[in-house]
């Protein structure tokens, strides 16, 4: 027989059955995050929309853009999403989103973009690339500057085609704390932008990689060889890392 304060406890770990008013009307929470508290939308079918949260405990303004975009109404919620407390603090956690709003092109990029590994960058044309249009690079911009939920859909990690940090929908500094924050040697990354590298091979192994890639950056002082194209490594002998992917030019 079944221990009803087990059965008690074991649902209190379970997430709230979705009821009638939770399919029509979506739910705000405020959220400590990795920069900063998040003002956190959620629907009954996970992670709707993320903005940082206001100073103060006005967050009318940031909800009326909610259901400017969104068409959808919104009232406070004590309900967090499972893995979303893990995601925002940098540890493990997958909590579900909901981009049902978006286009077909607009998940393509954001896909692609939630492919890019923690402490890593890719450029803006590698991710239209990996999202199917190679030439649409300013649209992939515009996109992740409209990025529903940043933070969980990393475009923070998206860099200029040169590699410099670039822009960033909650700030250059918000940016260049969150790649910190994840490994990233951002001082070492402008350095490398700077000086014209976009591209990094070993002449041990005649693969070039993104400089961020977990492969280049095991590449020795004395291994090291630094190119501005694709074509230029390609000219030397090196092909392209199957990991990374590089196809910048």
Not at 37 to 61: F, I, M, N
Request: hydrophobic fraction near 35%.
């Amino acid at each position: 027989m079944t221990d009803p304060l087990l059965s008690a406890l074991r649902g209190l770990a379970e997430p709230a059955p979705t009821t009638l008013p939770d399919t029509v009307v979506d739910g705000w929470v405020r959220l400590p995050g990795p920069v900063g508290d998040v003002l956190v939308v959620t629907s009954s079918r996970g992670v709707r929309y993320l903005r940082p949260a206001p100073g103060t405990d006005d967050v009318e303004p940031v909800l009326a853009g909610y259901r400017d975009r969104f068409a959808r109404p919104v009232r406070p919620s004590g309900r967090v999403p499972r893995g979303l407390r893990p995601a925002l603090t940098g540890h493990r956690g997958h909590p579900d989103l909901d981009l049902d709003g978006v286009t077909d092109f607009e998940r393509a990029v954001l896909d692609a973009t939630a492919r890019i590994p923690a402490g890593q960058t890719r450029p803006y044309g590698w991710v239209a690339r990996e999202a199917g249009r190679p030439r649409a690079v300013r649209a992939v911009g515009t996109v992740l500057a409209r990025n529903p939920v940043p933070l969980l859909v990393p475009c923070h990690r998206v860099t200029r085609g040169d590699g410099a940090l670039g822009q960033y929908m909650l700030g250059a500094e918000a940016k260049a704390t969150l790649l910190r924050g994840e490994g990233t040697d951002v001082e070492g990354l402008e350095a490398l932008a700077a000086a014209g590298t976009r591209l990094r091979g070993s002449d041990t192994t005649g693969i070039v990689c993104f400089p961020t890639c977990h492969h280049a950056r095991r590449i020795t002082a004395a291994h090291r060889r630094d190119f501005r194209t694709l074509d230029a490594a390609r000219a030397a002998g090196y092909r392209p890392c199957r990991v990374c992917r590089p196809a910048v030019d």
